[in-house]
DNA sequence: GTCTATAGATCGATAGAC
DNA sequence: GTCTATCGATCTATAGAC
């Protein structure tokens, strides 16, 4: 069924969007019904309810993570790559919409979540720094990376930052995260490659 | 009269407190009076309507900002201490309650919030930038703060790393934002001091 | 300055026809 | 799978008594 799986996937792409630049308590299921052309009830068909239809949306984000590490976590690679590649794509989503990662998206409402979207950003988070900290680890002893302390503060802190500088370019404009991309670069070495 | 500024000022902590835990769309006047024991109608009269309200606890926590650090602005100082104060500061409130600061609540709802607070945003973000590139420019002056690159870069990377510090401690417990602060130090080399 | 009462809108969600 | 219709709750904000 065609029809089925490509609404679903339109609501699932819509709310994804909404969740990012409105945040969970900033959209509704009028703005993700109107400009597919269906209704309310529609979504709720497809998505019981609001919860359910942003747990999926953060699955999804976390299989996006696992589909393009999930190689690098099982038999490494080039950290370097890995990184570079993380901000490109921080930037370019940050630049292209001002959208913020899901987890920045509901981190500001957290402590009002329903739980299971509670849950479904801690798996994400903790996928999150459990490969930035073996992008780190790895980085640094294929001396890619200069930096001192333990890769997982080494991470958290990078992951925190560019949280931080998508949100920051909402307000100061996009080049804050190009600047804050550009300082993590020199901090670890890798500037003007 | 007393009644008059008390009130007045208990809503606004309150209004405080609860846009940085929930989120500009996460909390309403209801939440508001009914803990001070008044009703809707009453906030309203002290506060016209959601925007004031917001706009005039960005106000406070700028004027708050100025309060500690004019003193640094106009005839400079020990850059170190005022990067420490930050941190601990920084730590200190996510701890205490998990509160993000108002550029972390307001950012992940920017789109949909009214002009007047995010101009009000855009105000206290400003300032933080203007203060942090003083410190980390008087503190390589000073041979404090061991970076490269540009000071107003480096400024917006650590401001970048405590926001999302913030936010990420509420999705992994307060032990996030104490291992982004004391790598941070590590960066600067003023680790262990 | 605070109240009661309510307007007016929107929200998430459900029931039932098609 | 999408619709119409609607419920009940909640929200911001206002009017007017006290």
């Known amino acids: ?40 009830a529609a979504v709720h068909y497809h998505f019981a309810t609001k919860a359910d239809l942003t747990v999926a949306v ?9 589909d393009r590490t999930d190689h690098f976590m099982a038999h490494g690679g080039d950290a370097r790559l890995q990184m570079e590649g993380f901000l490109v794509f921080s930037i370019r989503e940050c630049a292209a919409d001002g959208c913020v990662c899901p987890v920045g998206a509901l981190a500001a409402d957290f402590f009002a979540l329903p739980e299971p979207v509670q849950a479904a950003a801690r798996r994400l ?19 890619s990376f200069r930096f001192q302390g333990d890769p997982a503060d080494k991470a958290r802190e990078i992951l925190a930052a560019l949280q931080g500088a ?3 370019s909402r307000v100061l404009g996009p080049s ?13 070495g890798i500037a003007g490659v």
Chains 1, 2 share one sequence.
């Open 176 to 188: 804050a995260i190009e600047a804050v991309a550009e300082q993590l670069r020199r901090d670890l």
């Open 166 to 168: 998508r949100q920051l």
């Open 1 to 40: 069924m065609i029809a089925r799986t490509d609404t679903k996937d339109r609501i699932l792409a819509s709310a994804d969007r909404l969740l990012r630049s409105h945040g969970f308590n900033g959209f509704s299921y009028q703005d993700i019904a109107r400009p597919l052309g269906i209704r309310n």
């Open 58 to 66: 953060v699955e999804s984000v976390r299989k996006l993570l696992h």
């Open 125 to 143: 988070v903790d996928d999150l720094v459990t490969w930035m900290t073996r992008v780190c680890t790895l980085g640094r002893e294929q001396g």
